[in-house]
């Protein structure tokens, strides 16, 4: 709850004959809650028809059971979305459909294209083809962007042989760029796609009788399926009666998020064949090593804290204890779209526990801060609860650069670390003291290589090249000289 960022999108896909699948993808979509809150949707097919169902709003509120009994079918994908800022429409909510040739397709997104530009400018030469001009271009659309690049394609294809849409991806991935982890159909086949640095993940699990694809492991679990690998990075998993196809668009060189090992993935995820949960704990206690403290309880902010927090307590050999009772029932902070009400969010949720605090030294752990606002509440809500002396622990390095690949962490201006010091930034919490994880010891608790991950909100080291002009206002704090180069590439970002 620490990390003030608007989440990534969730995805899910299933296949499997015989059987109707909504109600798995409700429930996947459930385990993949924490990744979007905005809408929901789901998308199935029956062999003949593809049907679309999305709402506003949690899963569980977007669908019911005569929602559910509408989506008819074996096939079919779904998708739960945060939008960025001023886009919380239901337009653009997934999965996105399109019709095509005879039939139709839809798709499922997670991630952030960042060659919409150059993309919109094909398509704008089609008339009806695309609504937005290039120049309109935003992230909330590049998901659409997708569908009608491949929908283009189908107006450019052959006679079919029933496997269009697998031609169709096998031209068009190639041309995108950025951060997609991909969920599609057509009316009979599931295809899984992962970015060639998988920035996101994705991953194939087995049930019984069909396959699933899905965001994380955990949404794996909910439905009985086992995982089988991840998708890799570069690759098309196409899923039919004939089984599994695997199709290499592009060579991989993996990426992936190290903030879903931080804060995004759900704990009970695995990442590159590795507990989120048992790395946070080892976050926490490379935290302990690098940055002890004089206290008398190690707590978390709940709940994306705790890990760490255990990790702490453990490596330190302090009590770990609770300083606050979390309210299950409130979403999190970021659902509430502006920062006065992110402010008022926090004692709504977090309510301090003064008999476990009263007169103590307290270290709080928290996986990451990136606005900030959510943090300065609760070392307000802590010393106001009787805590004597508060020392910050952060299990992640400063926040400094926003993600272009599908984390909504706002303009540069709006990240704390952008331009504080630590210090600066412990004087304007008002903590007694206040330490980052280092980022070799972060990637040292994920036990996965350094040259795996994306680390480019620590390091402004952005592995895909990121347009300048779609992010003048995000990055305005760059110097002139970034400015007249008109991209970020990877070697010039480095700071
Ligand atoms: S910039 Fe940060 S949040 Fe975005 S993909 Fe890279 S590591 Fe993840």
Not at 75 to 102: C, K, L, M
Not at 265 to 282: M, N
Not at 318 to 335: E, L, S
Request: negative net charge.
């Amino acid at each position: 709850m620490g990390s003030d960022v608007r989440d990534a999108c969730g995805v899910f896909g299933i296949y499997a004959p015989g059987h109707m699948v909504a109600n798995q993808i409700y429930l996947g979509l459930f385990a993949l809650q924490h990744r979007g809150q905005e809408s929901a949707g789901i998308a199935c097919s029956d062999g003949d028809t593809i049907t679309v169902i999305k709402e506003m709003g949690l899963v569980a509120q977007a669908f019911d059971d005569v929602k559910l009994a509408a989506l008819d079918g074996h096939i079919g994908i779904g998708h739960v979305r945060y939008s960025t800022t001023g886009s919380s429409e239901w337009r653009n909510a997934q999965p996105i459909f399109r019709s095509v040739a005879d039939g139709g397709i839809a798709l499922g997104h997670n991630g952030n294209l960042t060659n919409t530009t150059e993309l919109a400018e094909v398509l704008g030469t089609l008339p009806g083809m695309f609504e937005h001009s290039a120049t309109e271009v935003d992230s909330t659309s590049d998901s659409e962007l997708i569908a009608a690049l491949l929908a283009q394609e189908f107006s450019n294809g052959e006679d079919s042989d029933g496997r269009d849409l697998e031609r169709a991806l096998t031209t068009v991935l190639p041309k995108l760029s950025g951060a997609f982890s991909l969920v599609l159909i057509d009316e009979a086949h599931l295809f899984g796609v992962r970015d060639p640095h998988g920035i996101r993940p994705l991953v194939l699990g087995r049930t019984d009788g069909g396959w699933v694809l899905a965001s994380e492991t955990a949404a794996l679990d909910i439905v009985g399926a086992h995982f089988v690998r991840e998708v890799e990075p570069g690759e098309l998993v196409a899923i039919d009666a004939a089984g599994v196809r695997s199709i290499r668009y592009a060579d991989p060189t993996p990426n992936l998020c190290i903030f879903e090992f931080v804060y995004i993935a759900r704990p009970d995820t695995q990442l590159y064949g590795k507990s989120v949960h048992l790395a946070r704990q080892r976050m926490g206690e490379e935290l302990a090593r690098q940055a002890p403290a004089d206290a008398d309880m190690v707590m978390p902010v709940p709940e994306s804290g705790v890990p760490a927090a255990q990790g702490y307590s453990r490596a330190s050999g302090i009590a770990y204890g609770d300083g606050f009772v979390k309210n299950r029932y409130v979403g999190r902070t970021f659902i509430q779209p502006d920062q006065r009400q992110r402010g008022s969010g926090v004692r709504i949720k977090l309510n301090p526990i003064a008999a476990n605090l009263s007169g103590k030294k307290v270290v709080v752990v928290d996986d990451s801060i990136v606005r900030g606002t959510t943090t300065r509440q609760i070392i307000t809500v802590l010393r106001e609860a009787g805590a004597v002396e508060v020392h910050f622990r952060v299990s992640s390095p400063p926040y400094r650069w926003p993600c272009f690949y599908g984390l909504d962490t706002g303009e540069r201006a709006d990240l704390l670390a952008a331009d504080m010091s630590v210090g600066e930034i412990q004087d304007f919490l008002g903590v007694d003291s206040l330490a980052y994880l280092d980022l070799d010891r972060l990637v040292a608790a994920t036990e996965v290589g350094h040259e795996s991950f994306c680390s480019a909100c620590f390091t402004g080291n952005y592995p895909v090249a990121v347009p300048l002009q779609d992010t003048k206002l995000v990055l305005e704090n760059r110097s002139a000289a970034d400015h007249d180069f008109g991209q970020i590439l990877p070697e010039q970002s480095a700071q």
